[in-house]
């Protein structure tokens, strides 16, 4: 089995170059660092199995040999990071997803892609199902991104239907856990960074918008499973307990034993008010749940966070 992983030196990436490894894989990581770090992936370097290219998926890539899987998860991700990158995201969610597949054909792979929760936009349907169309804001802030997402969507599905690609979309809701980076902007790394270094949390809004947490073990059980089945998506991977952010931030002042105070900030432009994803496709077909409890991936995330220099914010 030879599985080509691209972003694969960001934060999901690594944990799936790891788990393709320990699942008997050869592993080629494709990654430009442009929100990741060849850091992230420095430990499986002397792994034989285990090779890192630096290269940007929305360049011609030619991978020699063959491949039987096609991970895709390039993409900025995190909303400071794809405001920062607006184009560079736009372009790895069409040329690079076209680049992906087109690799998948060439080799005959499966290939998966990294959609999101995103595609949902602020969602006037809750929990979310797989059917559901979504709110999407295409000229926001965000547009670069969830547009992307669902241009993604559609090019896969498209060699999936005229070119008989085995190609496949998972939407993967909020996930979090070890090597996030402390500035990446989500909620929950923003948290644990603040609180440790003793800031005021700043959180969104009054706090009462939802979001609905996986911890990247389980995510990453989800999408092994998922990318060995044959089915085509799309299929929602996540965490259904859905939280308030501020019981979030009330949580990481736990966990932390911080004396940290909570403070009250503007909420991002089109920030969605509620977040769940509906699991039962993922339950049917792969038999597949999240066991980690929110309070031990947030003590195991903060037990790694500790390790990480942190830079006040
Ligand atoms: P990340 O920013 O840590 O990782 C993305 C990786 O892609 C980085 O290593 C980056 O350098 C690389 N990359 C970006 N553009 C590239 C290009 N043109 N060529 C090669 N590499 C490129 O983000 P993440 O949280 O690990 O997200 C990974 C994937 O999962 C993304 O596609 C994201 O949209 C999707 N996703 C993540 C979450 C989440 O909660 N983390 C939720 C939904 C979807």
């Known amino acids: 089995m030879r599985v080509v ?46 090779r890192l290219v630096h290269c940007d998926i929305t360049e011609f890539v030619h991978v020699p040999g063959s491949v039987d899987l096609v991970l895709h998860f390039a993409s900025p991700a995190s909303p400071s990071d794809y405001l920062r ?43 979310q199902p797989e059917s559901y169309w979504g709110h999407v804001n295409p000229v926001g802030p965000r547009g670069v991104y969830d547009e992307g997402k669902r241009y993604g969507e559609a090019m896969v599905t498209a060699y ?16 979090y856990g070890p090597r996030m980076r402390p500035h990446d902007g989500r909620a929950i790394p923003t948290f644990i960074r603040q609180a440790l270094l003793g800031e005021p949390l700043t959180v969104a809004g009054n706090g009462t918008q939802t979001r609905s947490v996986c911890h990247v073990d389980d995510l990453v059980a989800g999408i092994v499973a998922f990318a060995g089945s044959n089915h085509p998506g799309p299929m929602n991977l996540g965490n259904p307990d859905e939280m308030s952010v501020r019981s979030i931030a009330e949580d990481v002042i736990t966990a932390t034993g ?40 947030l003590d195991r995330t903060v037990a790694w966070f500790r390790q990480v220099e942190l830079e006040a914010g």
């Open 85 to 127: 990158f607006p184009i560079d995201t736009l372009k790895v969610g069409a040329i690079g997803t076209w680049h992906a597949l087109g690799l998948a054909k060439e080799k005959g792979a499966r290939l998966v892609l990294a959609s999101t929760s995103e595609v949902y936009g602020d969602p006037q349907v809750h929990p």
């Open 5 to 50: 992983v691209t972003g694969g030196a960001g934060f999901l990436g690594s944990h799936l170059c790891e788990a393709m490894l320990a699942e008997g894989a050869e592993v080629l990581c494709l990654d430009n660092f442009l929100t990741g770090s060849p850091a992230n992936v420095a430990h499986l370097r002397t792994d034989r199995s285990f």
């Open 258 to 297: 911080s004396s940290s105070q909570l403070t009250f900030v503007d909420l991002p432009v089109d920030d969605p008010q509620v977040r769940r994803p509906d699991t039962t496709l993922a339950r049917e077909v792969l038999g597949w749940q999240p066991r980690m409890s929110w309070h031990e991936g």
């Open 160 to 175: 999936r239907n005229s070119e008989g690609v085995d190609a496949a979309i998972v939407r993967i809701f909020n996930t």
